[in-house]
T-cell receptor, first 111, second 114 residues
Framework: DVKVTQSSRYLVKRTGEKVFLECVQD?????MFWYRQDPGLGLRLIYF???????EKGDIPEGYSVSREKKERFSLILESASTNQTSMYLC??????????FGPGTRLTVT | QKEVEQNSGPLSVPEGAIASLNCTYS??????FFWYRQYSGKSPELIMS????GDKEDGRFTAQLNKASQYVSLLIRDSQPSDSATYLC??????????????FGGGTRVLVKP
């Protein structure tokens, strides 16, 4: 059974903290994605990766960075968390041109 | 103009009726089209994928693709209260030059009333 897991379901951090969100997939997918989802704004792409150590900016990369050292793992990093980064973060993976499989999401609150 | 447009809804349909959702896109290079369903507080899950013009049916769901007119639609027959969710249209293009380009619509919220 296809599986994408995320390191935390709920996370509370303070302003200015460095935050790591991790995503692992077990499907040997080339592509991995990080989205954030906010009410009324839909699903917005932060970064995606199409191969190990390769990454592309999405629509809203400011304030975020990513790391993909192994094919199965894709990390999202908030260098200095801010309150406007409070959101639901979704990770997904896919083979090129095929459907995405989503993780359960991490609800991040920055206070 | 957004690259992928959906009516945000809510689309209210009585139980047993047909729900019709539309999605238009602007990139003519687009090759893969997906419909996802997302329940409140949950992750999106795939309902349908369609890659070529025409209709594709799976149970109560039918996806319709018209590349010339640049739209893809989803029909839900015999709508049930459990179909109440937000439906996301995903349009993906992959070329060696463009790399992997993908865009989600804003989603259409569907409410099925008993």
């Amino acid at each position: 059974d296809v599986k994408v897991t995320q390191s935390s379901r709920y996370l509370v951090k303070r302003t200015g903290e460095k935050v790591f969100l991790e995503c692992v997939q077990d499907m040997d997918h080339e592509n991995m994605f990080w989205y954030r989802q906010d009410p009324g704004l839909g699903l917005r792409l932060i970064y995606f990766s199409y191969d190990v150590k390769m990454k592309e900016k999405g629509d809203i990369p400011e304030g975020y960075s990513v790391s993909r050292e192994k094919k199965e793992r894709f990390s999202l990093i908030l260098e200095s968390a801010s309150t406007n980064q409070t959101s639901m973060y979704l990770c997904a993976s896919s083979s090129p041109g095929y459907e995405q499989y989503f993780g359960p999401g991490t609800r991040l609150t920055v206070t | 103009q957004k690259e992928v447009e959906q009516n945000s809804g809510p689309l209210s349909v009585p139980e047993g009726a047909i729900a019709s959702l539309n999605c238009t896109y602007s990139d003519r290079v687009s090759q893969s089209f997906f419909w996802y369903r997302q329940y409140s507080g949950k992750s999106p899950e795939l309902i349908m994928s369609i890659y070529s013009n025409g209709d594709k049916e799976d149970g109560r769901f039918t996806a319709q693709l018209n590349k010339a007119s640049q739209y893809v639609s989803l029909l839900i027959r015999d709508s049930q209260p459990s179909d109440s969710a937000t439906y996301l249209c995903d349009v993906t293009a992959f070329t060696k030059a463009a790399g992997n380009k993908l865009t989600f619509g804003g989603g259409t919220r569907v409410l099925v009333k008993p």
